[in-house]
Structure formats: C-alpha cells, structure tokens
C-alpha cells in the first residue's frame, strides 16, 4: 500500500511539474517534432522510461518489504 501510495505522488508530481515545463514559451525543436509527426515517437519513448522505472521502484520496494519481514521473523 505505502508503494502505491509512493508510486501515486511520483506520478502527481510529474505532472505538476510539466505544467511548468510547457509555460516557458516558444521551443521550436518540440514545433518541427511535431511538424514532422515525430513528437509521438518522443513522448511514446519518455512514457516507456517512465512507465520501467516505476515498475522498477514498485517491484524493489516488494523486494525490501520481504526481507524487511523475513528479517522480523
């Protein structure tokens, strides 16, 4: 539960954040990206790296919660 709720504030800060990110004004790198139709294969590869790494943090917090019982035991 405490992973959830640790996986729950990661993805809510994230997107807090990237609000930010898009108020800065004119990126002409981001506008021929999507010009060029590109801009999906962007955000499709930060989605995946984002979607490994909270797949990773959830399976490595289990990890540690086993041994931390199997260490109470």
């Known amino acids: 539960m405490k992973a959830l709720k640790s996986l729950f504030l990661f993805i809510l800060l994230v997107l807090a954040h ?11 790198m981001a506008d021929q990206f999507r010009a060029d139709g590109k801009i ?11 979607a490994g790494l909270a797949i990773w943090l959830f399976r490595l917090d289990r990890r540690i919660r086993n041994m931390e019982n199997e260490h109470k035991d």
């Open 40 to 50: 999906y294969v962007v955000v499709t590869v930060i989605a995946i790296v984002f």
């Open 18 to 28: 990237s609000g930010n990110l898009l108020a800065q004004g004119e990126a002409e």
